[in-house]
């Protein structure tokens, strides 16, 4: 299975952006989610879904942010609202409990 990350770009603070992750093979029955990645800091988590779409989410992104997952398309979604400067960081789509990662997408908010 591959993971393809997309829907990243430059937007201003207040701003959405919707991230998109595309699987070549199925992920249903898998937890999937996302990270994220800022300069010169640790990869950090973001948010995660269950197969029965159960969700959690880091704190500081709760009530901004929301994930998705469709698990006929193979494809998980993260909506991602009231943008701020630091939410700025490359974006990566996991399967939990493999070594499977998205090739990152690029996040920038900046006014």
């Known amino acids: 299975v591959q993971l393809q990350a997309s829907g990243g770009g430059l937007v201003q603070p207040g701003g959405s952006l919707r991230l998109s992750c595309a699987a070549s093979?199925?992920?249903?029955?898998?937890?999937v989610g996302w990270y994220r990645q800022a300069p010169g800091k640790q990869r950090e988590w973001v948010a995660a879904?269950?197969?029965?779409?159960?969700?959690s989410y880091a704190d500081s992104v709760k009530g901004r942010f929301t994930i998705s997952r469709d698990n006929a398309k193979n494809t998980l979604s993260l909506q991602m609202n009231s943008l701020k400067p630091e939410d700025t960081a490359v974006y990566y789509c996991?399967?939990?409990?493999?070594?499977?990662w998205g090739q990152g997408t690029q996040v920038t908010v900046s006014s």
């Open positions: 093979g199925s992920t249903s029955s898998v937890v």
């Open positions: 996991h399967v939990w409990g493999t070594s499977l």
């Open positions: 879904i269950a197969p029965g779409g159960s969700t």
